[in-house]
């Protein structure tokens, strides 16, 4: 049985506090891993499943949130901002943003 180490708390409680977006990539990324062996029970891929989809709308949220300060510090005429076309992780994989055409991502709705 493959064991996904969960480092961050449950993100889903209304009193926990969500890791950091550092901390839910390397997570996220385990998972990954994990799922792609093929190793796993089916409950525990489903499990696995479901916070890798928790931690995916954390991880872009925080994104979002960034983008949106960045596009202010943009208006107050400090800098242009183009969204990279491509998004990777720190261990330079491509991510694809959701709702982010320019990122390559597909329209949310």
Do not use: W
């Not at 997570?27 to 891929?45: N, R, S």
């Not at 479901?50 to 949130?65: D, F, K, M, N, V």
Request: proline share 9%.
């Amino acid at each position: 049985m493959v064991t996904i180490p969960n480092t961050a708390p449950d993100i889903n409680s209304a009193n926990a506090t969500p890791p950091s977006f550092e901390s839910a990539l390397t997570e996220l990324e385990g998972i990954v891993v994990a799922m792609e062996a093929g190793k796993m029970p089916l409950q525990d891929a489903l499990d696995a499943y479901g916070r890798g989809i928790a931690l995916l709308r954390q991880c872009q949220e925080t994104l979002s949130a960034a983008e949106g300060k960045i596009r202010i510090l943009e208006a107050n005429g400090l800098c242009d901002f183009e969204p990279p076309a491509e998004v990777t992780s720190p261990e330079g994989s491509p991510l694809v943003r959701l709702g982010h055409p320019a990122a390559g991502g597909e329209q949310e709705g």
